[in-house]
């Protein structure tokens, strides 16, 4: 929490006010408690997971276009191999 604080911060600011920018853009404790708390409020760093889709192994119909894929069959036999395709996006200050 001491690093966070307003003291470790105007400390961090004076020693860097002789180059440009605003001085807070040049604390390093500013910014890493900037990117702390954007993380912690899930601003920033935040993953999302969507359009799962599994198929047999070797199903072409799945790559690229996935408006024809038969994508997600609802059995599978024992010995079948399975690939599993997600799209993630990273959330980063604010927005997708």
């Known amino acids: 929490m001491e690093m966070c604080s307003d003291e470790f911060i105007r400390k961090s600011v004076a020693a860097s006010e002789n180059t440009k920018g605003s001085p807070l853009d040049n604390s390093v404790n500013y910014n890493f ?9 899930q601003e920033s760093g ?9 198929n047999k192994k070797g199903d ?7 408006s024809k894929c038969l994508a997600n ?23 997708w």
């Open 33 to 41: 408690c900037r990117q702390l708390a954007n993380w912690n409020f």
């Open 46 to 54: 935040v993953l999302r997971m969507s359009n799962l889709r599994h």
């Open 60 to 66: 072409t119909r799945c790559v690229g276009d996935t």
């Open 73 to 95: 069959p609802e059995n599978y036999k024992i010995e079948d191999r399975v690939e599993l395709y997600i799209d993630l996006d990273l959330k980063m200050n604010g927005k």
